[in-house]
């Protein structure tokens, strides 16, 4: 059974930090590009990190840029998303996507991506 399982949201004071794991089941992550998305409520999903499957360069949205930082352990099987000085505007339900053939500016479409996960909540708030 293919599956993407995100874990590590929470609540989180201004300028406190995170770490979102996304871990695959019934396939390898090796060749697959993974993003991180997340959505606010009464917003639109929006595309936050990109990591791709050739050679693990990197992709950030402006608004996180600096701040985020994603990475993988392909022996794990697992994607991270490490978030530091996290913000009130960085709440939402983040949500990891896989595809093997995304690549460019397209990561931030979540129309083209083949796997889903089922979110995990971020709140930053005092």
């Known amino acids: 059974q293919v599956q993407l399982v995100e874990s590590g949201g929470g609540l989180v004071q201004p300028g406190g930090s995170l770490r979102l794991s996304c871990a695959a089941s019934g396939f390898t992550l090796d060749y697959y590009g993974i993003t991180w998305f997340r959505q606010a409520p009464g917003k639109e999903r929006e595309g936050v990190s990109f990591i791709r499957s050739s050679h693990s360069s990197t992709s950030y949205a402006d608004s996180v840029r600096g701040r985020f930082t994603i990475s993988r352990d392909n022996a794990k099987n697992t994607v991270y998303l490490q978030m530091n000085s996290l913000k009130p505007g960085d709440t939402a339900v983040y949500y990891c996507?896989?595809?093997?053939?995304?690549?460019?500016?397209?990561?931030?479409?979540?129309?083209?991506?083949?796997?889903w996960g089922q979110g995990t909540q971020v709140t930053v708030s005092s």
């Open positions: 996507a896989a595809d093997r053939w995304v690549y460019g500016t397209s990561w931030t479409r979540p129309d083209l991506y083949e796997y």
